[in-house]
């Protein structure tokens, strides 16, 4: 069994994919191809944005907004350390300082009191200006932006909504970018629309912005050949990714109903045998790119579905606060409790489109039996 399964739905878009890789083939268009100008335009209209710009990873779409911003040296960056390290590394190679912020015990997403208390903490001691937060729409499910969104528009400060993980995640119908400033995406090929390669990409409806990052994702281009408007980067998506992002675009909203029957059966058959299982906020729709439960012992649960065949993960058992790069950063200031609460406890299970009612059992009866 797999913990993801590509191979399933490759198997489904194969013959797109391969006309689509064909296509780009011939044209030898690679860099910024008509499939990337295409793909661009559909992911916008898919996450509601005006504008989408894709770049060569998720790390750099959530870089390019802030280099544009000119935020660096001196500025402080709201995130949660319940996360992969990416989140807390750009901002760190930004030049700036990212404020590790605790999660809501439930969902796992940043939570709106620690933000507030920490951007007061931050301001209280003057040594940072406060610039910007990056929320994490984590295992899939959109961050409480209602919430959040107010904290930072009364503090005058940018909101970027890392949703490498919950790309297509909705609350009330809306996307994360109803609420931010820009939000990004990952298509690293395990995330739920990712490619064969690295990829990213940002959207947003600030045409000014567009215009920035645009110019940043290729060395700071100008106008005028030969003449560069702005210290950049290289970072550009590959016309053969988008080729494969495009089938893949189009079933998407398919997979993520399906992820969705999945984690429903899940949730129906292990509530109350678990410690936790997966809480989704009310009038949120999740990507489900990971379904995460609590256990007393995810060591030996592990090793019990191992045996029968079934392969975990562990997202994640140590927060990016006590990781050797990050561990002279901030904390908030209550400690990040309910961080360092759930950690010891989390397990993830296999979650993609494709699983079978068959493999759905398997798993469910070896998660009983582990917990028993």
């Avoid at 044209?27 to 335009?41: C, D, M, S």
């Avoid at 809501?104 to 007061?120: E, F, G, H, P, W």
Wanted: hydrophobic share 45%; charged share 20%; proline share 5%.
């Amino acid at each position: 069994m797999q913990f993801i399964d590509l191979h399933a739905q490759q198997a489904r878009l194969k013959a797109e994919i391969d006309a689509g890789i064909a296509d780009v083939l011939a044209h030898g268009r690679y860099i910024l191809g008509p499939q990337v100008t295409e793909f661009e335009a559909k992911l916008a209209a898919f996450g509601d944005s005006k504008f989408a710009i894709s770049c060569a990873n998720g790390t750099d779409a959530l870089g390019l907004p802030m280099l544009a911003w000119g935020i660096g040296p001196g500025d402080a960056v709201f995130c949660p350390s319940f996360t992969y390290c990416a989140t807390a590394e750009i901002i760190a190679l930004m030049g700036a300082t990212p404020i590790f912020i605790d999660i809501d015990r439930d969902t796992y997403n940043m939570c709106a009191r620690s933000l507030k208390q920490a951007i007061v903490d931050v301001k209280s001691k003057g040594e940072l200006v406060p610039r910007a937060v990056m929320t994490v729409d984590l295992f899939g499910q959109c961050a409480d932006y209602e919430a959040i969104a107010p904290v930072v528009r009364e503090n005058g400060l940018k909101l970027i909504s890392d949703s490498a993980q919950g790309f297509g995640s909705t609350l009330n119908g809306q996307h994360p970018l109803a609420w931010s400033d820009v939000q990004t995406t990952s298509f690293f090929p395990a995330k739920p629309l990712g490619c064969y390669g690295d990829g990213g990409a940002v959207t947003t409806n600030d045409e000014d912005l567009t215009e920035a990052l645009n110019s940043l994702r290729f060395h700071g281009k100008g106008t005028e050949a030969f003449d560069h408007a702005r210290i950049g980067m290289n970072s550009r998506l590959d016309t053969i990714q988008a080729a494969i992002l495009l089938p893949k675009l189009a079933v998407f909203a398919d997979e993520i109903e399906q992820r969705n029957k999945v984690a429903d059966i899940y949730s129906s058959a292990l509530s109350g045998r678990a410690e936790r299982v997966p809480a989704v906020m009310d009038g949120v729709v999740s990507t489900w790119a990971q379904y995460t439960i609590e256990v007393p012992d995810p060591v030996a649960f592990a090793a019990s579905l191992q045996a029968a065949g079934i392969p975990t993960a562990r997202y994640y058992p140590k927060p990016v606060h006590m990781q050797s790069a990050y561990a002279h950063f901030p904390v908030a200031g209550n400690g990040l409790p309910n961080t360092m609460a759930c950690i010891d406890h989390v397990i993830s299970l296999p979650m993609h489109a494709y699983l079978s009612e068959e493999d759905q059992m398997k798993v469910i009866d070896a998660a009983k039996a582990a917990l028993a």
